[in-house]
């Protein structure tokens, strides 16, 4: 991306907040006049948010940028925070979590409850050995005891380093490696589509290359047979024999508290390292803010694996440290049918529902029957994360689940910044669908181009971050160069140029005439066609406007005359007809529909109906994949579904890429 991006798609479309969500909401329009005023005096507001043992001296020490310290001084337990404080209020029997498995069976699990087992758990690993500072991998599906064991390792000071259950033996074992834990928290299995899925295997595997390991403790969830070996226990012979009694001792507001690891585009994954004090601030605070949430009455769920950041920050840390009720789900959306999440949203009355754009373009592609058949009542408030959300998808959450009032979060964050950076509050901001809107109060994000100036409004480029914050990564586990490289060498101090350390989150942006946001993906993948850059989101979010397209993905393959040409793979909705000329016309309007939306430059060359598209583990396109067949196959001007070689070499290079994010 050379210059700026082009800014080709514009949007009129607001939706305000329901007048009576705005009088009752947690947050008003005062908290951006408060942090514009005096922003650590605002983080430090809301730090009060949380029991501190030991209150600090210093909201941020920035002299050794870009590593921050956040309420420096300040002791505290998270666990105590998350749990304990609300049993010592008087919710003890309050509902932390209802549990539902993938085959139907349930647990409701207190305060009391969580309690009891964070303290147990927490004895247990110390009777392992396991010391402040310690390392301990975590390798389990969604089930109450990944939440526990999160807690109880933060709860005695040693890291958690979570690793998606969906990850192979190679995968774990250089996360174990890298980040040399002592111990691996796994199960025998959990449940898949229908069937017990055996995790157990997978870490026997990776044992074997990790001499670190000491101990191996297993959750019986299945109840599959399972090799068993020397350093195997039992959770439910060790854990739940162990004493229900823990003082929480308080940690220093820096301590680590664990490293997640990320992918990113390319490369050797990126142990990303999060502390203590103002990691929790901040995802309480914007679950808090974001969701509007009232502990009272609300039901919180978020669908994320708690293999991922989302799942760390939005079903652990921010909820329950705002003493939530919520709804922990085990399986999949079409288990056992492809209404389970709307039955699970009208059984358990959920009122806030955080969900990724993935799902979402699924649920149009099953079709609007299927969310018309279920009440959804319940459901006040709407979240989206993880990738851009198409205007068109946004409208069908709005409509289809949100009944056309439930307002939609669209939170844009990422593994680094801990927490949500860019979204709109439900109860202040008239959202625009597709647009993440606007910083939250106390967040300081820009648009710039390559020179690190901001872009006027209507312009596209570089989002930034100009201002640290105190749920931001700390480093990259065991590699300052490469965390100093990646995200601080791109802009501002640490590209030589000025006196600010500038952030570089890695995805492009524009500001619209109103001065809203709209992420437009990876820069990595920006097309340049004919000297313009258009960016993959744009060209998606247009597809997926036309009324027969639930999802699409495009990709830039070279091309002799414009430099690279604009290809798109295109899921048609459920009951589209794209055989022989149906489909060829349908092709036809797709292209029209774009160059009519966009304009000519964005006119795709090629379009290809599938009907699915390479993913990673965490939902998001698999952009490189694509670009490989369509720049190394002659796939023709039209092909449609019926060319099943286009989705066999799809289906290839997705078992090949399947077990890496
Ligand atoms: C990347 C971070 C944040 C938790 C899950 C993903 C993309 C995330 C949005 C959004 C547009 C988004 C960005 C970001 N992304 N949320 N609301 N709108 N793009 O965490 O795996 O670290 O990925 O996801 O490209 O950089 P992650």
């Known amino acids: 991306m050379s210059e700026t991006l082009e800014n080709l798609y514009s949007e009129t479309r607001t939706f305000p907040p329901p007048a009576e969500l705005a009088a009752n909401a947690n947050v008003t329009a005062e908290a951006y006049r408060e942090a514009e005023e005096d922003r650590l005096g605002f983080w430090a507001q809301q730090a009060l948010r949380l ?307 993935t799902l979402i373009r699924t649920m149009m592609k099953w079709g609007d029957d299927i969310p018309a058949k279920y009440d959804l009542s319940s459901l006040r408030i709407l979240g989206s994360v993880g990738e851009p959300i198409n205007p068109e998808a946004w409208m069908w959450y709005r409509e289809h689940v949100g009944h056309d009032n439930a307002p939609i979060v669209d939170t844009w964050w990422q593994t680094e910044t801990g927490a949500m950076m860019i979204s709109p509050l439900p109860g202040v901001t008239a959202s625009k669908p597709g647009s993440a809107m606007t910083p939250l109060p106390g967040v300081s994000a820009d648009v710039v181009n390559d020179e690190a100036e901001s872009v006027p409004d209507g312009g596209g480029g570089f989002l930034v971050l100009r201002e640290p914050w105190p749920s931001m990564l700390r480093g990259i586990w065991g590699d300052e160069q490469r965390f100093k490289d990646t995200y601080w060498s791109r802009f501002g101090k640490g590209a030589g140029a000025g006196d600010e350390w500038v952030y570089f989150a890695g995805d492009g942006a524009k500001r619209d005439e109103d001065g809203a946001l709209w992420l437009l993906g990876r820069v990595d993948d920006v097309m340049l066609v004919s000297g313009h850059n258009i960016s993959t989101t744009e060209v998606e979010s247009a597809l997926v406007s036309h009324p027969s397209v639930a999802e699409a993905a495009v990709v830039g393959a070279t091309d002799p005359t414009t430099g690279q040409a604009i290809v798109a793979f295109t899921i048609p909705r459920g009951n589209v007809d794209t055989s022989g000329d149906a489909g060829e016309q349908l092709i036809q309007d797709l292209r029209n529909h774009v160059a009519k939306k966009l304009g000519p430059i964005a006119k795709p060359r090629q379009i290809m109906l599938v009907a699915e598209l390479p993913k990673t583990r965490s939902g998001k396109i698999m952009r490189r994949l694509l670009k490989d067949v369509a720049e190394n196959r002659s796939l023709g001007d039209v092909t449609t579904l019926q060319d099943s070689a286009v989705m066999d070499l799809i289906s290839s290079g997705m078992q090949a890429g399947k077990s890496e994010d």
């Open 51 to 357: 029991s501190w043992a030991k209150p600090w001296e210093q909201v941020l020490d920035w002299s050794n940028a870009p590593f921050a310290k956040w309420f420096v001084g300040g002791e505290l337990n998270i666990a105590y925070n998350c749990v304990d404080r609300h049993v010592e209020a008087g919710h003890g029997d309050k509902v932390a979590i209802h549990w539902e498995g993938e085959p139907g069976d349930t647990r409701a699990i207190t305060y009391a409850d969580l309690l009891t087992s964070v303290s147990q758990a927490a004895n247990t690993l110390t009777e392992l050995g396991v010391t402040a500072g310690d390392r301990v991998a975590i390798y389990l599906p969604m089930i109450p005891e990944a939440a526990v064991a999160m807690l109880a390792c933060a709860r005695i000071g040693a890291l958690h380093s979570v690793v998606f259950g969906g990850f192979s033996v190679d995968a774990l074992a250089t996360r174990i490696q890298d980040a040399d834990a002592k111990l691996v928290i796994t199960a025998d299995g959990g449940y898949r589509r229908g069937k017990p899925s055996a995790l157990k295997p997978t870490v026997d595997e990776a044992v074997a290359q990790c001499p670190s390991i000491e101990h191996v403790l297993v959750v019986r969830r299945t109840g599959e047979d399972i090799a068993w070996g020397e350093k195997d226990l039992w959770w439910h012979e060790t854990v739940e024999q162990a004493s229900d009694k823990h003082e929480a001792r308080a940690f220093d507001s820096e301590h680590p508290l664990f490293i997640l690891y990320t992918s990113g585009t390319t490369g050797k994954p990126k142990g990303i390292l999060h502390t203590t004090g103002g990691f929790l601030t901040q995802v309480s605070y914007t679950h808090h803010a974001v969701f509007d949430l009232k502990p009272e009455s609300d039901v919180y769920w978020c669908t994320a694996d708690i293999g991922w950041v989302t799942g760390h920050s939005y079903i652990v840390y921010g909820p329950l440290s705002n003493g939530a009720t919520q709804v922990m789900y085990e399986g999949t959306p079409d288990t056992p049918h492809r209404g389970r999440f709307w039955e699970i949203v009208d059984k358990y009355k959920v009122s806030i529902l955080y969900t990724a754009p």
